[in-house]
């Protein structure tokens, strides 16, 4: 976090390292991401401020004076809403984060969704144009794809092919599942990014912030939610087949 005192504005960068991950034998391949996720996400003096310890909303006078009166002690945390934008900034105590050995803080891992509990609402607009709005999409089963960008090594043939598999497969059994794919990839790049072969999924252009609003700390990640909101599954890409090998009803 940078603080510029003559324009007065906050740069959080939220910095994601993909993990390594390991290909069992029953699915495709998929490599480790070699790259570096920054994004910048700015606050101002009018941006919304929540005091984490009471919930209640500060002024940035009050946000400044704490920050003045307890240097080190405070993170500033972008609270992603359900468009997946940063609509508010968290003021959290570093003792309620957890604190990594070397210095690090990191969210609290509970925040992710977990299974058996309902999913935290999105409002999504596809590259199709039309808008997902998970209160309305209540009655369908709604697969979850969260990734970085659509390019190799992890966007590829064999990545996706288990993807559009298991949505065929169901929709021959009569069961539709809505299949939507996060990405940092603008609109532009998304036309350009996607092939025309089915790629198993709706494209969701500049919708990295629902990585972080569902805590997401390894890419591809899938969450699938069944007809009533709930999480069913969640898997990581070389364990699509805890997913796949579900029966839908």
Known sequence: MKLKKEGIFILVNFICLA???RAQSEEPKVTRYNGKISQQI???RTSTIIDHATGKRISYETYDQVLRKNPGQYATRPVFDKYGKASSFALVKKSQLDI???GAVMNNPDMMPEIGEPIPPFVMTGLDGKEYNSDRLKGKYVLLGFWVKYEKPLYTLAS???ISDFVEENRKNGIEIVSL??????REE???AIPKRNCGFVPVPDSYGF???YHISETP???LVDKNGIVKAMAPHTEFFRIAELRLR
Request: aromatic share 8%; glycine share 8%.
């Open 190 to 192: 998304c036309l350009e």
């Open 42 to 44: 700015v606050m101002t």
């Open 221 to 223: 990640y899938f969450i």
């Open 19 to 21: 993990g390594i991950v």
């Open 211 to 213: 990585n972080h609003r």
């Open 160 to 162: 996706t092919k288990v």
């Open 181 to 186: 794919g996060t990405t940092l990839n603008t």
């Open 100 to 102: 990594r050995s070397n």
